[in-house]
């Protein structure tokens, strides 16, 4: 196996909302080489949005940590089973009829991590400080940054960006087939995976600075989370951030 750990801080606020429809859970082996990690947004104005995203979340989990298979395939039938479990629900209890979430998780296996996601949940990967990659929303908002229409930072005030394209819950085919390319890990990477609660507030360079002057998960989340207190206005939505550093092991 790889001399790398990983090393994870996830945290949860339900903001100036009545109660939190956010969802946060992750599940690591005991060398820390292999985990599944996932953060789920229950749509408000939906029925039993925090089920949604509870349910979404469990089940991936559980099914990532019962069977260990993190190849493309396997994680796009996961995903593909989560949206059915989430269907299964709704058939069987009417109050939560409409319920939908978004999703982001993450997939370790040894120096290889991959992810998935739907909706405006997102994924975020540095290396050395930096961004290198991040996930594109399925969002009409993120159509209008593909077209050339609007600036990809301009999404945080664009005014369809709650229009979501697809979410668990929404349809019984989600109409995700590929994933982004597999990520070969190495140490001082970085990963984040939050809800639009938190990166609204959160800009990406910002990330960037926050990271490089941390020493741990816990310190990288603490120091974004103080910006986006500061920047509330008293009415935000639930946020939610899940981070992950890489460490040569023994440091």
Known sequence: MIGVQFNI??????????????????????????GAFVVADGL????CGEVASRLAAEYILETAQAKGDF??????????GANAHIFERQSADPACKGMRTTVVAG?????????????????????????YWQSKDHSVSQMSVDMGHIRPEAIRFDDDRSKLLKVLGD???????????????????????????????????????DLVKSGSPREWCEFMCKRLLRRVSGNNDNFTALCGLTAQKGE
């Not at 801080?9 to 292999?34: H, I, L, P, V």
């Open 9 to 34: 801080y996830s945290y949860t606020n339900q903001g100036a909302r009545a109660n939190n429809e956010d969802s946060c859970a992750f599940w690591q082996d005991a060398d820390r080489e292999k």
């Open 44 to 47: 408000g104005g939906h029925d």
């Open 71 to 80: 190849t493309d395939e396997a994680l796009l039938e996961l995903l593909n």
């Open 107 to 131: 997939f370790l296996d040894g120096d290889t991590f991959r992810y998935f996601h739907a909706g405006d949940s997102r994924f975020y990967y540095f290396k050395n400080g930096s961004l």
């Open 171 to 209: 349809a019984k085919c989600l109409h995700i087939d590929q994933l982004d390319a597999p990520i070969k890990i190495e140490g001082n990477d970085a990963f984040l995976l939050c809800t639009d609660g938190f990166w609204e507030y959160v800009f990406e360079t910002e990330m960037e600075l």
